[in-house]
Each structure stands twice: as C-alpha cells, then as structure tokens.
C-alpha cells in the first residue's frame, strides 16, 4: 500500500457550520448570520444559530473522533468570538478554542486550524469587508492573538479556506454572503484576502511560530465536454476563474496573464488596487499547501458567458446530492498537475467528502455511496504516494452533518449523521469504513503512530 508511515487521517469542519452558540460568551455575528436573515439566501430559512450546537458539545464530539481513530482534526476559529467590536480582544472566545485543542491533547489527536472560513465579523463588512484594504490589518490583528496564544497547541496552521469562496462566490456569484455580483469587486476581494494570506505568513515567521502554515485552496479541475475548441477554451477559462488564479499568485507571484486579459477586456476592470510589492508579499513560501477536492466539472462554451460557461448537461459521470460529478482519476492528475506546475511543497487534502440524501434505516444510516466515494478518494491517495507526489495527509469533510451554506441543513455531508431535532449524533456506516481503514492503514505500517498511543 501506497500510504507512508507518518501519513495523517483527519477529518475536517468549520466554525460556522457546526458550532451554532451564535450569541454566546460575547461572540458577535459574522456575515453569514446576517445572510441567513435575508429571505431566499439560505435554503429553508436555516440559520447557525444553533448547528450542531458543537459549541457545547465538543467534548463528546472529539471522543467520537478518537473513536474513529483520527490522528488530526480540522477546524476554524470564528473570529468575531475573538474580536467581537474593531480593535477588542474577548478572551472568552478564545476559552472555547483552548477547551477543545486541550481536549485533543487528551486523545494525542492533533490540531490544524484554519483561520478564515468565510465568517467575517459584520463589524468588518461594515467597513467594507474584504473590499477595503485595511481588511488585511483587521485580519493580521486577529491571526497575531490566535499564534500567541494557542501556537503551542497547534500542528498546522491554515490562513485560508478557499479564497476562491470567499470573493467569487461571495461577491460576483452571489451565492455566498454577502450575496454581491460584481466581478470587479470579486476580483479586488480575492486580492486582498490573497494580500491577508501572504501578510499572515510573515506575522506568522516574525512572531516564531513554531509549526507550519499554509493555505487550503480549492479546486474544481474543468475538462471540456467535446474535443472542441471552443469547449477547450471555455474549461481553459474555466481553470484559471477557480484553479490557477489562485495558484499562480500563491506561487508564482503574479496572476495568470490569460485571465487578466479576459476580467480586464471582458469587464473593464482596471486593476489600479494591486499596490506594488503586494503580489511579492502574497507568494510569501508557506510550509504546505492544503487542497479541498471534491469534483469536476465537464464545460462546455457558452457565447452569451464566456468567462464562466456551462456545465455540460450530458455527464456519463456518477454524481452525488450535490449534483456534483465524481473524478477520481481526475484528482490523481490534478495533484499530479499542481506539482508538476507549481510546487515541491507537502501537500495535505484538507478536505474531500460528498452528500447523499441519507436515510436512517432503523437507526442505522447505510450510506454506501458515501463510503465508496471515500475508499476509491482515499486508494487515489495511496496511488498519489506510489508516484511520489508527497501528499501527506488526507481530512474527510465533514466528520458531522452540519450547515451546508446556501444549502442550509439539507445537504448532508457527515461520517456522523445528526439529528437536528435533538442533536443525537449516529455513526453511518461510512464512520466504520473510515475507521477500519484507518487501522488498516497503520498496522500494515507496523503501528507507525505508536508513540501516540
Ligand atoms: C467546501 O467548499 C467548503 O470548504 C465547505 O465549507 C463545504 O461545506 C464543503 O466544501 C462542501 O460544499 O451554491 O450549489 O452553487 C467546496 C467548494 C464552493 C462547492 C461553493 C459548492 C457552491 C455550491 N464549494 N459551491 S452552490
């Protein structure tokens, strides 16, 4: 088997959409509670006010993860827990963070924790979100409190999750809080969020940090729906809107000279908000590179949508609840791509995962889908490490069910299936596929982790 002996299996979550605890110990709301209360933004009117109220729960949620037998969890910090108002530091918040990476120090599980997923304090949209440059002071201000005070306790650090989410979908799709559609502003959010990232990871070596920090990026690789050269255009755009925007700044410094010819002719932007040295400041080295994958995309042109095109309607692919197609040689070539094209670093799959439309048969959830999914993504990691990509870790999103943004509670994305009604939590099927493997994968590795027991 193809899994190196200090290989990490985790499972990922995020603040938002877990936690609910939405007023409690002085946090304040952040851009997706005010969303929530947009009618038609969230599907059914669901709100985090609650979630899987993992804010009082964490304790018998990190036993059930030990259960699982997981050497690393993943989560977020919600950053209007620590800076509720501009400028004031609530401790309180921060208890809540320690409580749980103590709790994991308990099990010898240890911590990544990524410190943006998209819940900005309101106070901060307020002032303009990520559109106003000072965004990135805010952000620096609030990731500086996290490294002092729970450095120590973490393994990984991850700026942010998704850049990609947090300006595209969110200020030209739409579809994401705060629900804008303009591509210019996309564009300058992206950069300064991008800006954040770099900064942070300078605070992060000034401050000495003592473990490692990175980035966890989305991709959705797009492959045209015909041999066509139209729809070999339009998945080439369609790769550099999701994919190499991203990695091109991250790595290379610079944005993909294609793209910004299309957003600048297309959509008249002028790009008069990149300062001089920033796109220094955000290929900034990090210590990893963390990749969420979860599907592809099958493009095909579309002449009235040139930058964003279309889905092919045709997929001979399987496709989850989500209506998403899955790839699974294609994430062997995307890994094998990103390396070949952009970096030498560890890569960490931070998240990778689907929903089904689950049924608790009684009691017992069979998601077979799901754990399918899960073993042909996780035999694509062994044959990654056969070919010596270096992806050194591998996190299912998401240990539990839980709010799936513009989706609300009715995706379900959960090894552990919750019960919103009276938040009792049930291991489906696929909790034990994941476990077996996990155990598995370890003593064929002759108890790599035994120093950890
Ligand atoms: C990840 O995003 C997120 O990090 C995580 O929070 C999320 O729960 C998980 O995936 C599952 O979705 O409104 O139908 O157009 C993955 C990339 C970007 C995919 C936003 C879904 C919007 C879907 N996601 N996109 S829709």
């Known amino acids: 088997m193809g899994i190196a002996k200090d290989f990490i299996f985790g499972t990922a979550t995020s603040s938002f959409q877990i936690e609910g605890g939405s007023k409690e110990d ?74 749980i990476l103590n709790e994991l120090k308990r099990y010898h599980m240890t911590a990544m924790v990524t410190l943006y997923h998209w819940d900005l304090p309101s106070w901060a949209q307020r002032r303009g979100g990520w559109l106003n440059r000072e965004s990135v002071n805010w952000f620096l201000e609030y990731c500086k409190k996290c490294f002092e005070e729970l450095d120590n306790d973490v393994e990984f650090w991850i700026t942010h999750n998704e850049p990609f989410c947090a300006s595209f979908v969110s200020y030209f799709e739409g579809r994401h809080a705060p629900g804008h559609k303009h591509l210019e502003e996309a564009v300058k959010a992206a950069h300064h969020i991008l800006l954040s990232h770099g900064r942070a990871v300078q605070l992060y070596r000034k401050c000495s940090g003592k473990k490692q920090i990175g980035i966890a990026l989305n991709m959705t690789p797009a492959y045209p729906a015909t041999d066509s050269f139209a729809d070999q255009l339009a998945a080439n755009n369609r790769n550099g809107y999701i994919c190499r925007w991203f990695l091109d700044a991250v790595f290379k410094g610079r944005y993909p000279k294609d793209m910004v010819n299309l957003y600048a002719g297309q959509c008249k932007i002028d790009f008069s908000f990149i300062e001089d040295g920033d796109l220094g400041q955000i290929a900034e080295p990090c210590d990893f590179l963390g990749i969420n994958y979860y599907f592809i995309d099958l493009i095909e042109y579309d002449l009235t949508n040139i930058l964003l095109s279309r889905k092919a309607y045709y997929s001979t692919y399987k496709q989850t609840d989500m209506g998403w197609d899955i790839g699974v040689e294609e994430f062997i070539q ?40 899960l073993i042909k993504h996780l035999e694509a990691v062994e044959q990654m490490n056969d070919l010596g990509l270096l992806v050194k870790g591998y996190y299912y999103w998401s240990f539990l069910d839980n709010f799936e943004w513009a989706w609300g509670y009715s995706k379900r994305f959960g090894l552990v299936y919750v019960n919103y009604e009276t938040q009792e939590r049930k291991n489906k099927d696929s909790f034990y596929t994941y476990q077996k493997y996990i155990s598995q994968a370890k003593q064929s590795k002759g108890n790599f982790n035994q120093e950890r027991e």
């Open 26 to 99: 002085g946090r304040s709301p952040s851009i997706w509670d005010d969303f929530c209360q947009i009618p038609g933004r969230v599907l059914n009117g669901h709100t985090g006010e609650t979630a899987c109220d993992h804010y009082h729960r964490y304790k018998e949620d990190i036993a059930r993860m030990h259960e699982l037998g997981a050497d690393s969890y993943r989560f977020s910090i919600s950053w209007s827990r620590i800076f509720p108002q501009q400028g004031i530091y609530n401790p309180k918040g921060m208890e809540f963070y320690k409580g």
């Open 334 to 373: 995307l890994i094998t791509w990103i390396r070949k094209e952009y970096t030498t670093l560890p890569v960490y799959i931070t998240e990778n995962g689907s929903a089904w439309d689950d049924t608790v048969d009684h009691g017992e959830i069979h998601d077979i889908d799901r754990a399918e999914y």
